[in-house]
C-alpha cells in the first residue's frame, strides 16, 4: 500500500544519518523531533541542507559547565550532548522536561545552521557590547535565532517527547 503525499512519512536525505543515546527509552522521539525540525527549518528558511555526508549524534549526558546543551561540528560529523534529566532528578516534573525538550530543539537548530550554513540574516538587531564575549556569545545572530525557535520547536515536534519522558516516571 502506497502512502499519499499528505500522510508519507518525512525522511531525512540519505547523506544525513542520525544516532541517538539516551538511558530512557526516547530515542525514537528524539530522531523523530530532528526530523520535524529539518523539514520545518528547510521550508521556513528556504534553504537546503549539506549534499556532503554528515552523522549527526544526539546523546544525553549529565549537567556540566553550567550548560544543558552543546553541539560540537567536525569533519562530517556533528554531536549533540544535552542535559538528560533522567540522569539528574527523581520524580515527574513537567518544567524539567519542558527545558529538556527546548534545550534538544535549541541544539537541533544548531544543527540545522551547519547542515545548510544559514547565517541567521535578521537576527543580528540586538544592539550589545561586542568587546564583551558573554554578551557577544548571548547576542549573536546564531544564538538569537536558536532561543527565538526553541520553544516553538519543542512544542510543536517534541510534544510526543515530552509525554514520552513524563510517562517513563509514572
Known amino acids: 500500500m502506497s502512502s499519499s503525499p ?9 547523506n544525513i544519518t542520525v544516532s541517538t543515546a539516551f538511558i530512557a527509552p526516547i530515542d525514537n522521539e528524539v530522531k523523530a523531533m530532528f526530523v520535524g525540525i529539518f523539514h520545518d527549518y528547510l521550508k521556513r528558511f528556504k534553504v537546503k541542507p549539506t549534499t556532503n555526508k554528515t ?5 544525553g549526558t549529565r549537567e556540566y559547565n553550567e550548560a544543558l546543551g552543546v553541539a560540537t561540528e567536525a569533519e562530517g560529523r556533528i554531536h549533540v550532548e544535552v542535559c ?6 527523581d520524580g515527574d516534573h513537567l518544567f524539567v522536561y519542558i527545558k529538556f525538550a527546548e ?10 545552521q551547519a547542515l545548510t550554513s544559514h547565517q541567521s540574516e535578521g537576527f543580528d538587531v540586538v544592539r550589545h557590547d561586542k ?6 556569545y548571548f547576542f549573536s545572530p546564531a544564538e538569537v535565532e536558536a532561543r527565538v ?7 510543536t515536534y517534541g510534544s510526543e517527547l515530552m509525554v514520552s519522558t513524563t510517562e517513563e516516571e509514572e
Open 55 to 59: 552523522h549527526i549524534a544526539i546523546c
Open 84 to 89: 538528560d534529566p533522567s540522569l539528574e532528578y
Open 103 to 112: 534545550t534538544l530543539a535549541h541544539e537541533m537548530v544548531h544543527v540545522m
Open 131 to 136: 568587546r564583551n564575549a558573554k554578551e557577544e
Open 149 to 155: 525557535l526553541e520553544a516553538f520547536y519543542a512544542d
Open 6 to 14: 499528505k500522510t508519507r512519512k518525512k525522511a531525512l536525505p540519505s
